[in-house]
């Protein structure tokens, strides 16, 4: 019987130990999103979505999810943050 609340409680700790690790680690401002999600596949390619005006930066999020499959790493949500990142505060030089 001793096991058994021994084994809960491991689990229990493990769990709670895997949800905090995974919190702390998601990314959390736009540009962090930018960043870990639009780097997935390929390097971000910064130089490249500067030269495109910022009014279109968004549909490239679009595009991307559309013909290249990035809809499995990136969801709607965060798809809308990147979006949005993009046009009103993407670095450029
Ligand atoms: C699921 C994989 C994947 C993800 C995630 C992804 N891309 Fe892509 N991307 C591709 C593929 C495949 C191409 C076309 C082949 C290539 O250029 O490497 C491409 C091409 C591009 C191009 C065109 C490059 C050029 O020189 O014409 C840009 C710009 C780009 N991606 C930006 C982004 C941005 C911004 C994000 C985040 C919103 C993103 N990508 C996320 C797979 C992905």
Redesign the pocket.
Request: glycine share 0%; aromatic share 4%; proline share 0%.
């Given at each position: 019987m001793k096991w058994a609340i021994r084994c809960t409680l491991l689990s229990g700790i493990l769990v709670v130990l895997v949800g905090t690790y995974e919190w702390a680690t998601r990314p959390r401002t736009p540009e962090a999103l930018?960043k870990t999600?639009?780097a997935?596949?390929?390097e971000l390619?910064t130089d490249?979505?500067c030269e495109f005006p910022p009014a279109l930066r968004p549909a490239?999020?679009d595009t991307?999810r559309h013909l290249?499959?990035?809809d499995?790493?990136?969801d709607d949500a965060e798809a809308a943050v990147?979006r949005r990142y993009?046009e009103e505060s993407l670095p450029c030089p």
């Open positions: 930018f999600r639009c997935a596949c390929h390619r490249r979505l490239i999020v991307m290249h499959e990035a499995r790493v990136i990147i993009l």
